[in-house]
């Protein structure tokens, strides 16, 4: 048979607070949705989550119809530190990837005066680094302690049994069933990170559509 190419014909899939398998991060979740707090600094390796804990808060302050705005810090996108400016009239400002911006000079400083200005207008600041602010090389002293002004939270990582229901929930959202077989072979057999997992889960998903076929261990052993 002759395989066919699908239509992208699937809605975007945005992050929310729904969609989050939260673990062991109940407190960090509350902490999130609690405006009381005014700067919460994350951090966790890659692919434990923090794009999509920043993007979703962002998308619940737009529920209750208020400011938000989430900024990825990626040096390559030729970013310059003016981009913080006048940020301090939003209610909420997420912060991604600090760790990219830590020893270069006109960044510390903008950052650390942004700091300052969002305070001062009671706004919410929510970074999000790969390190603990005290493993980031920040080389401004008044910014490294900033840092460590409001709530710390490392992301847990997920134990074996969230990532299956992580994977299944997923797959359901994308319109087709993961049984508990290929969700244990794919943990046995793919990358564990969370991020691998759901780029492999999506990557699957098209190519099921393109053999027609459904999603079972000899299809992913042949895939993979």
């Known amino acids: 048979m002759k395989k066919q190419i699908p239509f ?11 969609n989050f398998i939260v673990g062991a991060n109940e407190q960090l979740l509350f902490s999130l949705k609690n405006d009381s707090e005014q700067l919460i600094y994350l951090w966790g390796d890659k692919g434990s989550g923090k794009t999509h804990l920043l993007e979703s808060i962002v998308l619940y302050y737009h529920s209750l119809e ?7 810090l990626q040096l390559d996108d030729n970013l310059e530190p003016e981009l913080l400016d006048s940020l301090e009239s939003f209610d909420l400002v997420c912060l991604d990837n600090i ?7 006109l960044w510390e400083e903008a950052l650390f005066d942004f700091f300052n200005r969002i305070r001062e207008a009671g706004g919410r600041l929510i970074l999000a680094a790969e390190q603990n602010a005290h493993n980031l090389p920040v080389k401004l002293a008044d910014l490294r302690s900033r840092l460590s002004w ?18 299944k929930f ?29 780029s492999l889960l999506d990557k699957l998903d098209y190519a099921t559509l393109v053999e027609q076929k459904k999603l079972s261990i000899p299809f992913v052993k042949k895939y993979l």
């Open 99 to 105: 760790q990219n911006i830590a020893g270069h000079e």
């Open 8 to 18: 992208s014909f699937q809605a975007p899939e945005y992050a929310t607070l729904d």
């Open 170 to 198: 997923r797959a359901h959202q994308r319109g087709f069933q993961m049984n508990d077989d290929v969700a244990c072979y794919l943990m046995k057999h793919a990358p564990r990170d969370m991020s691998g997992l759901m």
């Open 66 to 72: 208020k400011n938000a705005i989430y900024i990825p």
């Open 150 to 167: 409001g709530i710390t939270y490392q992301i847990k990582t997920l134990n074996d049994d969230d990532k299956i229901s992580a994977l």
